[in-house]
C-alpha cells in the first residue's frame, strides 16, 4: 500500500473538476451499470482527471473505511483518500492484499524478484528519468512475434486533456502520471499456460492482458476480484484458496458491527454498506445461488404457444428423446397487451400446466413489446420506458415462482439477438445501444430476482453474424461493449446461438476455407467463452439457445450451406458429444433449433433446421437424437 511520490511538480498540475458551489451534480456520480455512485469530490475529481471509467472501470463500492483510511472500489482499481485529500491508487499486488497469481482459471506470472529488486527507487538520483527507461525497457510492445502492445498501453492511459483539463501539461510528465496509475512492471511478459492465446505482465498496481484472438490489451477487472474476495460472493475456489491466510478473505458480514466477520484482523476498518448498491442497505443473507445445469442438459425450442391440438405431442417427443428442457417465446405483447397492468395468462398458464405435467422445464424468452409501451411502433423493440418491462418481468416469475399452485417456470432470455437492429427497433447497434441492453437487462433481472430469487436469468442470445456495422454486430464485439457496460453481476448465464454454417461440428473456427468468418462455425461459442473468462466471469456459465444445422435447398441466403438430412443428423449428436467431452463444466443447457411450428411450411426457411416435419413425422435427426440417448451415445 505504499504511495508513489513523483514530484511535488505532478500534483501541482492536478487540476480540479469540482463544480462550483451550489450547482448540482445531477447524478452524473451514479452509475446504472453497477449501482454504485462516486460520492467523495476527492475520488471524483482525481477520476475525472485521470481518464475515468476507461482505466478505472465502473464504481463496485460505496466509499469505506479500509486500514483507517477512506477506500472505494472501481472494477480496475481501488482508490484511497490520504488525511492531506490526496488520492492514490492502491498496489492492489502487494502482500496483504492480492498477490496471487491465478484468478478464475487464468495463471499470471509471478512477481520477478530480480526485475523489482532491480527497480529505480524513489529518491535517487534523476529518479523520474530513470524509472520511466526501466518501464519502457521491461515493458515491450513485441514479444515472441505478438504486438502485446504493453509498453503503449501503459504510456497512453492518461493523456494531457485529461490531466489538464485545458490548462498546460507538459508531455514530458505524462509517463510519471502513467507510472502512478500502473505502478513499475514486477514481471516480464508470460503466456496463460491453459492459453496460449493470452499474454499477461504484472505491474505494482495492474496486470496487462493481450488477447490474440482480438488483438486488445487492457488492465484485468483486479478491483471486481477484490471485492469477491472480501465478500465471498463470486469468489473463485482458485482464489479462496490461495487467499486461505489472508484477513480480507470473506471479511464482509452484514448484520455485525461494522460489517466485519473478524474485526481483530482488520482494525480501523468499517464495511457497513460498502456493496449495497444506491438506494439499498445490506442485507443480512444472499440471494440463492442460480440453477447450476450439468454439462451438457437437452433442451428444444419449440412451438406450443397457440396450439393445444400439438402441445402434447412435442412434449412427448422431448420425453421421449429424454430432453429435460423447452424453450418457447413469452411475447410481452401476448400477456400485457390490452395497457400496462392488463394481463392475459390464459395461454401462459397453459403452456406452464402441460409443461410441469410433462416434467419438462421451462425457459421463456421474453421480448417484442406492447403497442402501448413504444411510440413508433417498431415489431420488436424495447420499451420507451425500460421500468415497464422489468414490471412485466416482475408479474410473470411471482406468478410462476417455485411453489406456484400453475407449475414454475425455471428459467428466462431477457430479449433476443439484441446485436441485430430488426430486434431492437430497427435502431443503429453500437456501443451506446449495448449500455442500453445492459440497463434493460439489470432491471430485468433485479426484478425477477425479487419475485424469486432462484429464477435463473439468461442475456440475450447473441447472433454468430460477422456482418460489422449499425444493421448487425459481430457477437464477441458486441459481448465485450456488454461488459464494458457493465454487464458484469448482472444476469447468471450468457446467452449464445450457435446455428453453424460449416459442416463439421468439430472444426476450429477459420480452418475451412470456405467459410471465413469464425462466426460460421459451431465452436465460435469458444471464443466467446474466452471473453468471459477474460471479463472475469469464468465462474458462470454459457446457455446455448439455438443451435444446428439447416437443409434448406430453396432459400439462396442458406442453400449454399445447407447439408443433407443424414448429415444434419450426425452433425447434431455429435455436437451434444463434443460440448460433453471439450466444454464441460462451462457449458449449461443446450436447446436444439427446433421441433417445428406446425403452421409452417417449406416456404419458411426455419422449418428447414427442425429435426421433424411440421406434421410431426420425424426426420433422421430426430432418429438419430433417439437411438443415441437409448445406446449411451449421449448418456
Not at 53 to 69: D, E, H, M, Q
Not at 427 to 440: F, T
Request: hydrophobic share 40%.
Amino acid at each position: 500500500m505504499q504511495r508513489l511520490i513523483v514530484g511535488v511538480l505532478l500534483l501541482a498540475l492536478a487540476v480540479s473538476v469540482l463544480p462550483p458551489a451550489g450547482v448540482a451534480l445531477a447524478d452524473e456520480r451514479l452509475f446504472p451499470q453497477t449501482g454504485f455512485r462516486v460520492d467523495d469530490d476527492h475520488v471524483w475529481s482525481y477520476m475525472q482527471s485521470r481518464g475515468g471509467i476507461a482505466n478505472f472501470g465502473y464504481p463496485v463500492s460505496r466509499v469505506f473505511t479500509l486500514n483507517g483510511l477512506k477506500t472505494q472500489l472501481f472494477q480496475r482499481q481501488a482508490l484511497q483518500v490520504f488525511p492531506d485529500g490526496s488520492v492514490q491508487p492502491m498496489n492492489l499486488l502487494d502482500p496483504g492484499l492480492m498477490p496471487y497469481t491465478q484468478i478464475n482459471g487464468s495463471t499470471f506470472p509471478a512477481v520477478d524478484e530480480a526485475l523489482k529488486a532491480a527497480t529505480p527507487k524513489v529518491g535517487e538520483p534523476d529518479y523520474d528519468t530513470r524509472i520511466v527507461a526501466f518501464v519502457r525497457a521491461n515493458a515491450p510492445d513485441e514479444w515472441n512475434r505478438l504486438r502485446v502492445n504493453f509498453g503503449k498501453t501503459f504510456f497512453s492511459a492518461i493523456t494531457c486533456d485529461q490531466v489538464a483539463r485545458g490548462g498546460a501539461c507538459p508531455e514530458e510528465l505524462l509517463p510519471l502520471f502513467n507510472l502512478a496509475l500502473w505502478g513499475a512492471p514486477i514481471s516480464g511478459p508470460a503466456f496463460d499456460p491453459n492459453n496460449r492465446n493470452f499474454v499477461y505482465q504484472r505491474f505494482q498496481r495492474g496486470i496487462l492482458h493481450y488477447d490474440a484472438t482480438t488483438g486488445a490489451t487492457q488492465g484485468i477487472l483486479l478491483g471486481d476480484w477484490l471485492k469477491s474476495l472480501i465478500t465471498g460472493q463470486g469468489l473463485p475456489p482458485d482464489l479462496a484458496q490461495q487467499a486461505s491466510s489472508s484477513k480480507l478473505l470473506r471479511q464482509y458480514a452484514a448484520g455485525q458491527p461494522g460489517a466485519i466477520a473478524r474485526p481483530a484482523e482488520l482494525p480501523g476498518s468499517d464495511l457497513a454498506n460498502a456493496f449495497a448498491p444506491v438506494g439499498t442497505t445490506e442485507q443480512s443473507s444472499p440471494p440463492s445461488s442460480p440453477y447450476a445445469a450439468r454439462s451438457p442438459e437437452y433442451g428444444m425450442n419449440i412451438f406450443v404457444w397457440g396450439h393445444p391440438d400439438t402441445t402434447g405431442r412435442d412434449l412427448g417427443r422431448l420425453a421421449e428423446l429424454h430432453f429435460g428442457w423447452q424453450k418457447t417465446l413469452f411475447q410481452w405483447r401476448e400477456i400485457e397487451g390490452a395497457c400496462k397492468g392488463c394481463f392475459d395468462w390464459r395461454e401462459s398458464d397453459r403452456v406452464i400446466q402441460a409443461s410441469s405435467a410433462a416434467g419438462v422445464k421451462v425457459l421463456a424468452r421474453l421480448d417484442f413489446q406492447p403497442k402501448w409501451a413504444r411510440a413508433d411502433g417498431a415489431h420488436n423493440g424495447p420499451p420507451d420506458n425500460y421500468q415497464d418491462f422489468a414490471d412485466f418481468v416482475s408479474a410473470l416469475v411471482s406468478r410462476y415462482k417455485q411453489g406456484s399452485p400453475i407449475g414454475r417456470l425455471h428459467a428466462i432470455e431477457i430479449w433476443n439477438e439484441v446485436n441485430l437492429a430488426r430486434e431492437w427497433g430497427n435502431k443503429p447497434i453500437n456501443q451506446a445501444q449495448a449500455a442500453d441492453y445492459v440497463r434493460l437487462l439489470k432491471l430485468a433481472y433485479q426484478a425477477a430476482k425479487a419475485a424469486d430469487s432462484s429464477i435463473t436469468v439468461v442475456t440475450s442470445g447473441l447472433s454468430p453474424t460477422g456482418w460489422n456495422d449499425d444493421t448487425a454486430r459481430p457477437d464477441d464485439t458486441y459481448l465485450q461493449w456488454l461488459y464494458n457496460a457493465g454487464l458484469k453481476g448482472n444476469y447468471d448465464v450468457l446467452g449464445a446461438h450457435g446455428n453453424a454454417q460449416a459442416p463439421d461440428p468439430e472444426a476450429a473456427p477459420n480452418s475451412d476455407p470456405r467459410f471465413p468468418h469464425p462466426s460460421f462455425y459451431f465452436r465460435r461459442v469458444e471464443q466467446l467463452r474466452d471473453l468471459m473468462v477474460k471479463n472475469g466471469d469464468a465462474a458462470k456459465q454459457v446457455w446455448l439457445l439455438e443451435f444446428g444445422w439447416t437443409s434448406d435447398t430453396i432459400h439462396p441466403t442458406y442453400s449454399w450451406y445447407a447439408v443433407s438430412e443424414d448429415r444434419k443428423a450426425q452433425n447434431i449428436v455429435r455436437a451434444f458429444q463434443y460440448a460433453r467431452q471439450s466444454w464441460a463444466p462451462w457449458i449449461g443447457v443446450m436447446m436444439l433449433w427446433t421441433l417445428p411450428d406446425p403452421s409452417w411450411s417449406v416456404d419458411r426457411e426455419e422449418a428447414w433446421w427442425a429435426i421433424a416435419d411440421p406434421s410431426g413425422a420425424p426426420r433422421p435427426a430426430y432418429n438419430a437424437l433417439l437411438q443415441a440417448r437409448y445406446n449411451g451415445t449421449l448418456p
